[in-house]
């Protein structure tokens, strides 16, 4: 199971982004279903048993892409969508990684994953790493990302930690001031757990610092 900072942060948020996500318009959500079929988690339950999922190779059912919330309103793409993809290494200890999908305009769209570091010694890419995608879930399933998009590298270093990794790519959606900042309080607000947030505000000045 995910560590419990991390999955109350991620329920929460996706709860927002579910809220979301029911706004759209029916226009825009056909054009999301077009780039990622039944990919995308339509409430909160479908939500929360994707952030509980351990992935085997043959239950990417029950892994949707969770809407992200709409927030600020302009941010140069019209959605976004995150699914964490937990897996077990051979030695029993949890794999933690996240898919990232954009839908930019019309039917055109990015995708990336987050990734913790391949083994040592057997790949280049044996270190937390963030790059791009065309397949998504473990590059498993098609999806309307472009061919010539490079898949491979760069792969930009990011922090191996699960929470921090979240984190970053959030606010790279957001932003930070008036951003993720504002997101964080107002989530946690409507949860009544505003003692919590502080954690999560520490977290981002780490990364940024």
Same mark, same amino acid.
């Given at each position: 199971m995910l560590p419990e900072v991390l999955a109350e942060l991620l329920r929460l948020y996706a709860r927002r982004g579910i809220a979301d996500w029911a706004k759209a318009r029916d226009e825009e959500r056909?054009?999301?279903t077009d780039c990622l079929g039944t990919k995308i988690a339509e409430n909160e339950t479908e939500a929360n048993v994707a952030i509980s999922t351990i992935y085997n190779g043959n239950n990417e059912n029950r892994l949707r892409f969770i809407p992200m919330p709409k927030y600020p309103g302009s941010q140069g793409f019209e959605r976004s969508?995150?699914? @964490?993809?937990?897996?077990?290494? @051979?030695?029993?200890?949890?794999?933690?990684?996240?898919?990232?999908?954009?839908l930019v305009t019309g039917k055109n769209c990015l995708?990336?994953?987050?990734?913790?570091?391949?083994?040592?010694?057997?790949?280049?890419?044996?270190?937390?790493?963030?790059?791009?995608?065309?397949?998504?879930?473990?590059?498993?399933?098609?999806?309307?990302?472009?061919?010539?998009? @490079?898949?491979?590298?760069?792969?930009? @270093?990011?922090s191996p930690d699960p929470l921090r990794m979240f984190l970053s790519m959030a606010t790279s959606i957001h932003g930070h001031t008036g951003g993720m900042l504002t997101i964080l309080q107002e989530i946690f607000q409507s949860a009544g757990k505003t003692?919590?947030?502080g954690k999560y505000f520490a977290e981002i000045r780490s990364i940024l610092n």
């Open positions: 056909r054009r999301a969508f995150f699914v @964490p993809v937990c897996t077990t290494k @051979p030695d029993g200890t949890l794999r933690i990684g996240l898919e990232l999908f954009l995708a990336f994953r987050f990734e913790q570091a391949h083994e040592r010694g057997k790949s280049t890419h044996d270190f937390a790493h963030v790059q791009m995608s065309r397949k998504l879930l473990g590059e498993r399933i098609e999806s309307k990302v472009q061919a010539w998009i @490079p898949n491979r590298y760069p792969a930009f @270093p990011i003692a919590h947030v």
